[in-house]
Every structure is written in C-alpha cells, then in structure tokens.
C-alpha cells in the first residue's frame, strides 16, 4: 500500500470553480493528483467527485492539509471526507451455511485483491468453521433464534466493538438485523441477494424461477437499511438462462453472480469509490 497516497471525496451544490479551487489546493500542498472522477446528478444538480493524490510526508501533513482544505469547504459549501489509502478498513464478514460468496471473498483477501483487515467472521451456524480456518481468522458461533435474537445482537455488537470493525459484509447472512443493530453499530453494512424478489420470495425461489421459465438470473449488492432489502444500490449484474438450464444449473450461475457482484460492491467501498446519495449511490468503478 502506497503510504504516501490519499483519496479526497466530496459533494456539494454544482457550481462552477469546485474543481479549479480543490485541486489548485492540493497542488499548493505539492501533491500530485493520479486518478480524478466528476460526477453531476442532473435531478438535482448535486456534484460529487473523487480524487487520488500522492503528497510526500503524507502522514505528517495530512492535518495541515485538513485545515487548509476547511476555508475552500466553507466557500463551496463542501462534505468532504480525506482518507490515506494505507488506512485499511476492519471488516467484518457474516455468513450462515451457503458459503460460496464468504469463500469468493476470503480468497481475494488471500491474493491481496482486497485491502482490508478481516478480524472475524459472524456465524449463526458452525458450517462454516472449517472453510475460514485455513485462513488464520477466528469464527465466532453466535446462535440465532425467536427467542434469543436481542441477545444474540446484543453480544455480536460487543464482537464489532471488540474488534473495532469498520464495515459488516453480510455474506449470506441468512438473519434479518433489527433496526437497532444497525442503528448501534452506525457504520455501513453491505448485503447480496438474488435478484428474484419479491417475485419469488421464501424456499426455493430458483424452483419458482424455473418454473415461471425466467430468462435472466441476477444479484443485487446494497448497503443495509432499517427497510428490508431497499437500502441503496452498489452493484448489480446478471447472467442469461434458458429453457434448457435445469434448477441445479439456476442455483449453480445464480451464486457465481453473487459472488462477483457482492466481491465488486466491497471492493470498491474498501477503495472509497462509492458516495451514497439519499437511496442511491455514486460509484466511481
């Protein structure tokens, strides 16, 4: 990880001389810009934007640059977050017993494709325990039921705490979160799932989808909200099936989308390429 780099993101009103006026600052500082992306939402004319800058002595002068970057975010009226790319987010990664998406993201994290720290795994069940042990992290078996969900939430939150986590990916995690975990943990939370609801909700939607004869099988990646799967949108995709693709065939393209659309959408939130904007996001891939 480039020690000297940092990533700038920003929002504001679209108005002229954002761009001149950030990035005049940052030349001033002696910075160098290595990557820049804009965006203009045309409904209400908000503008988002993304930098990547490399400054010698990063760590050292990143609060000078923080308070020069005060009086520009006052005149532009600017929500700005300033993040060194060597600051690796702790993730968290939940799963129950259909593992295919947590081995997809286990295995990026291995070959280095994704900068982050995973201190543990969150499992209601223990399936999963002989899948993360090759990779040296601590499964944590906290049981799930009617009866026990207050406590059970109670005592994962103490695991985040614990273990100062960032960011949960819920990597078919087959539990609802109450809006009161989400509200206490307060960071974000990245969920996956197939693109067959609410058409075909409950057991066995690929059966459903099979016999309605869908032609498109999909999945969907989006930050958790206290709404049930309406929180906004990171990535999506989808693969064409057809008549002759029986259920098992279904189940089998549906979870290789899941896993590239759920290892996409946290890859790119590691990077800080997504800006939420009210229930949608900017993501600047």
């Not at 600051?87 to 295919?100: C, T």
């Not at 009161?180 to 989808?209: C, E, K, M, W």
């Amino acid at each position: 990880m480039n020690t000297e780099r940092a990533r700038l993101l920003l929002t504001c009103a679209d108005r002229p001389g954002v761009v001149a006026a950030v990035t005049q600052l940052l030349y001033e500082q002696g910075a160098n810009v290595v990557d820049s992306h804009q965006h203009t939402e045309p409904d209400d004319l908000r503008f988002f934007m993304r930098l990547e800058f490399d400054l010698p002595g990063l760590e050292s002068r990143l609060p000078l640059l923080e308070r020069a970057m005060e009086p520009v975010a006052e005149r532009f009226g600017l929500q700005w977050r300033l993040t060194p790319a060597a600051r690796v987010k702790r993730m968290a990664l939940f799963v129950s017993k259909q593992d295919h998406c947590l081995q997809e993201l286990l295995w990026l994290w291995k070959k280095g494709e994704l900068a982050a720290h995973i201190p543990l795994v969150v499992s209601n069940h223990a399936d999963a325990r002989e899948v993360v042990a090759p990779f040296g992290i601590p499964l944590h078996h906290v049981p799930v039921t009617a009866e026990t969900k207050v406590s059970a939430e109670a005592a994962t939150l103490e695991l985040m705490r614990e273990h100062q986590v960032d960011l949960i990916v819920l990597a078919r995690y087959m539990q609802i979160l109450s809006g009161d975990f989400i509200t206490r943990f307060g960071g974000p939370i990245i969920n996956i799932h197939h693109s067959f609801l609410p058409a075909f909700v409950g057991a066995n939607p690929y059966a459903q989808a099979h016999t309605r004869g869908v032609k498109l099988i999909g999945a969907t990646a989006h930050y958790v909200t206290a709404e049930l799967d309406a929180g906004p949108i990171i990535e999506q995709d989808v693969h064409r099936v057809g008549h002759r693709n029986a259920v098992e065939e279904l189940v089998r393209i549906g979870r290789r989308v899941e896993r590239t659309v759920l290892a996409r959408a946290v890859a790119w939130h590691l990077e800080d390429r997504v800006l939420p904007h009210g229930n949608k996001t900017v993501v600047f891939a």
